[in-house]
């Protein structure tokens, strides 16, 4: 295009006005353009050129995973347990012999238990005893044996015990001389061997 001489341009009032609304618009973009600058300076989020909707950044980092451990729980537990009773045997002489008599009954004993108890994710996983304590002590039982040798008694008197393999048994504080005796009175029930009933009339020692 050829040049238009500097007297076109002053002479001419409408190449005046045009010229100055190019020069406006110029600098309306050049203010655009700073601000431009200035926001690329933050991270856009991208935005799909398909849909027009905002994509994920590739850069975003994932939540980590938290894990548990077991949970342990500790916790005191208290048992009772009997303690069985001992027992004692003693000769009595009041007893005749071969014979046995309780004279003082057994009573079992109490002691308690504490017991540490560990459960794991609620199962039991460990058991300590840390603790015994007697709470009650046993009672020995004492049993009396008889020692008392028995007396066989003649079977042909009954009453008093006219005894057997002694000998010669005679009336107690009468006249004989033993060496048993008996004290009466003795009824006779079967043969007088020992001569008890000296009047006959059934009974001895009377």
């Known amino acids: 295009m050829p040049q238009r001489p500097h007297g076109w341009f002053r002479g001419n009032p409408a190449a005046k006005a045009t ?5 406006i618009f110029l600098a309306g973009c050049g203010g655009e353009t700073q601000k431009t600058v200035n926001a690329s300076n933050s991270t856009p989020t991208p935005v799909s050129t398909e ?3 905002a994509t994920p950044s590739a850069d975003v980092t994932p939540s980590a995973v938290t ?4 949970v342990v729980v500790k916790r005191t537990v208290t048992e009772t347990e009997a303690i069985p009773f001992t027992t004692k045997q003693v000769n009595d002489p009041s007893l005749p012999s071969g014979t046995t008599k309780v004279k003082v009954p057994g009573v079992a004993g109490v002691k308690t238990l504490t017991f540490e108890v560990t459960s794991t994710n609620g199962a039991q996983t460990g058991r300590k005893l840390i603790r015994t304590v007697i709470t009650k002590r046993p009672a020995t039982r004492v049993i009396a044996k008889g020692t008392k040798r028995q007396q066989r008694c003649d079977p042909n008197y009954s009453g008093a015990c006219v005894p057997i393999g002694k000998g010669d048994v005679d009336c107690a504080g009468g006249s004989g001389n033993g060496p048993a005796y008996v004290s009466g009175p003795v009824k006779v029930i079967g043969d007088d061997t020992h001569k008890l009933d000296r009047d006959g009339d059934g009974y001895g020692c009377d």
């Not at 894990?67 to 077991?70: A, D, N, R, V």
Request: hydrophobic share 40%; glycine share 16%.
């Open 19 to 23: 010229l100055v609304a190019v020069a």
């Open 51 to 53: 849909t027009g909707e």
């Open 67 to 70: 894990t548990t451990g077991p």
